[in-house]
Nanobody, 123 residues
Framework: VQLQASGGGLVQAGGSLRLSCAAS????????MGWFRQAPGKEREFVAA????????QYADSVKGRFTIFRDNAKNTVYLQMNSLKPEDAAVYYC?????????????????WGQGTQVTVSS
């Protein structure tokens, strides 16, 4: 079971990044996927989630209208398109596979986690 996140980097405020998370077929099949983030000195927080089919998405209030989660089941990959980035979006971003097919805000509903990718936003 593997989740490999990528796409992080340094971007200026107002810029965009697209994160990717490639999963093994076993991890991805029939599972909802989510993105969480953790900034230094802060707890890990929910960012976005998507159901297995992609028909349902959920977002934290802080990213609604700026971030978009989507998935390509043929490629076993989930993405997080981040636009209008703010300095407060800076964090290590983690992708995770849920236990079920529906997305969730709650980190304990996810049983597989990627290694994280760093997002830095300069003001």
């Amino acid at each position: 079971v593997q989740l490999q996140a990528s796409g992080g980097g340094l971007v200026q405020a107002g810029g965009s990044l697209r994160l990717s998370c490639a999963a093994s077929r076993r991890t991805f099949s029939n599972n909802a996927m989510g993105w969480f983030r953790q900034a230094p000195g802060k707890e890990r927080e929910f960012v976005a989630a998507i159901s297995w089919s992609g028909s349902s998405t959920q977002y934290a209030d802080s990213v609604k209208g700026r971030f978009t989660i989507f998935r390509d089941n043929a490629k076993n990959t989930v993405y997080l398109q981040m636009n209008s980035l703010k300095p407060e979006d800076a964090a290590v971003y983690y992708c995770a596979a849920a236990r079920g097919s529906s997305g969730s805000y709650y980190y304990k509903d996810y049983n597989y986690w990627g290694q994280g990718t760093q997002v830095t936003v300069s003001s």
